[in-house]
């Protein structure tokens, strides 16, 4: 009796095997969607990344083409206050970098002096356009315009 009970439950074998036969065919979709998806989100992130990087140091290097355009401009008001009638063009190296310095005396009107700094560092330029008064019986320089010119 106990032979017919068992030859009328149905085999375990065979229908674990359907199953997983079955369950491999929707899976393998599955995990190809999902290892898509992680690769996927890994390379965007890693553009993220380098973008965010190459901006933050292109936002450095420009900051340092102002500062030593903006340190040419103090300079040439430093060699304008010791000779009131100094006109033209010269480098000023600091350091690594330089800024090209320009002063033309009676521009934009006379009386006054323009002077132009500009520093260019790894492709990018910065400008500081200046404009000082001079006091023909003291000598006395007064800033009347500064502006950093992108």
Known sequence: MQNAILHLMPCNFCSLAKITKNSGQT??????????????SAITMAFLSRS????????????????VAASG??????RLTRNKDLSG?????????SA???ITQDSPVPG????TSV????GRQRKV??????????GQIILTYWKYIE
């Open 27 to 40: 899976v393998l979709p599955l995990v190809l969607l999902m290892g898509g998806l992680i690769v996927l």
């Open 52 to 67: 965010f990087l190459a901006s933050s140091y292109g936002f450095q290097i420009s900051e340092k083409a102002k500062a």
């Open 73 to 78: 401009a103090y300079d040439a008001l430093i």
């Open 89 to 97: 063009a010269y480098s000023l190296p600091l350091g690594t970098y």
């Open 100 to 102: 090209d310095v320009s």
């Open 112 to 115: 006054q002096a323009a002077i």
């Open 119 to 122: 520093s260019a560092i790894s």
């Open 129 to 138: 356009s200046v404009v000082v008064s001079r006091s023909p019986s003291t």
